[in-house]
């Protein structure tokens, strides 16, 4: 771990950090929060949040724009925020749109070729980064996960697939139902190949009748979001929850968008309900 810079903010520090990644084969930089607890001459180690971003994001957008830092300081919580997809390995297309390739990995394991041996987003999270930041850091190995977006649909994913894996799930705007929607149906055919059904274990509204623990969903949804109706589907995942007896709070926040500015009005929310099932407060 190279630490590329480091900012105090509310008695913690902010630092950004660079390493090379076996799992996607590339340098790979991410973001962390650490609260007050955990750093100065006496580091205590900390519980922490995993957020994962959405398309065309880094680790920057979070850690700059959502204003989580304040509640997480207070808390005693760490926030962890990777990269959204590899980077620089310099494959064709990879950059030719913002829905696929650099910035949209989507937090699954690709299978088809040339993407494989380097998007493999959701080992990378799941299994890579932690073990890293949990060796190196003042970090617990207690763990909550929330994203947005792309991202939201990443933590679903986590923690539905990973029983016991993290303490609390939530996400704002995620994409509930990505095989029937355009950005998942791309993602899905390019990274997986043609066939649907390789496509379902991804799907988080088609995992909640597999999955053997019921943690409770926290979602914020937006009702002045552009992507509503054309690509998040959490009407899907709410009739999925509610045939399987899964719990589900889907809060619908007249008004809001899908910006930053919609994650900043509801982060705190989100942050204490992690700190609770974290055992924080």
């Not at 480091?6 to 973001?31: D, K, Q």
Request: glycine share 8%; aromatic share 10%; net charge negative.
């Amino acid at each position: 771990m190279e630490l590329l810079s480091t900012n105090v903010c509310f008695a913690g520090e902010h630092r950004r950090y660079r390493h090379t990644s076996a799992t996607l084969e590339c340098t790979m930089e991410f973001a962390v929060y650490l609260p007050p607890a955990a750093v100065g001459s006496n580091p205590q180690k900390v519980p922490a949040l995993w957020w994962l971003s959405g398309l065309t994001c880094t680790d920057q957008n979070f850690m700059e724009k959502a204003g989580a830092q304040r509640k997480a300081a207070e808390l005693g919580v760490a926030i962890i925020c990777p990269d959204t997809s590899p980077r620089g390995v310099n494959l064709p297309g990879e950059d030719d749109s913002y829905d696929f390739g650099s910035g949209a990995g989507f937090y699954i394991n690709a299978t088809q070729q040339p993407w494989a041996p380097h998007y493999r987003m959701y080992d990378y999270v799941l299994k890579e980064l932690p073990q890293l930041v949990e060796s190196e850091l003042p970090l617990t190995d207690r763990r909550s996960i929330s994203g947005h977006s792309m991202g939201g649909h990443g933590a679903l994913i986590c923690a539905l697939r990973n029983p016991g894996l993290y303490a609390s799930v939530s996400a704002f705007a995620p994409i509930a139902h990505p095989t029937v929607c355009p950005w998942g149906q791309k993602a899905f055919k390019g990274y997986l190949g043609d066939d649907p059904a390789s496509w379902e274990e991804w799907d988080a509204t088609l995992l909640i009748p597999k999955t053997s623990e019921r943690l409770p969903l926290l979602i914020d949804q937006g009702t002045a979001d552009g992507f509503l109706e054309s690509q998040l589907n959490p009407e899907a995942l709410v009739t999925a929850c509610e045939q399987y007896n899964h719990p589900i709070n889907l809060r619908m926040r007249n008004g809001y968008d899908h910006s930053y500015f919609f994650i900043a009005s509801f982060i705190d929310d989100h942050l204490n309900h992690h700190a609770r099932a974290l055992g924080l407060s």
